[in-house]
């Protein structure tokens, strides 16, 4: 489907119901495609995660923390 930015402006909702439907809209500016409104796919994020407990990014080299949990809560217990 396709959809003006004005019809954006305007018919919001209903683009969203048509979204949630399974169908892609292109929003064109000007008559030039644009953007794309597509359905959100919902992701099982325990599964990506792993353990609930592991440290990731910056903190994942580190050797002197077990668990995330228990770190967070000395943190905490410090500031009390």
Known sequence: MKATAKDLRIHSKGLLDVVSKGE????TFRG???ARLV??????????RGNKNDLFGIWADRTDIE???EYMQ???AARK
């Not at 359905?39 to 990506?48: C, E, H, I, M, V």
Request: hydrophobic share 25%; charged share 35%.
């Open 24 to 27: 892609d809209v292109a929003i």
């Open 32 to 34: 030039k495609p644009c």
């Open 39 to 48: 359905p959100y796919k919902q992701t099982d994020k325990s599964a990506d």
């Open 67 to 69: 668990s995330v949990e």
């Open 74 to 76: 000395s943190l905490r």
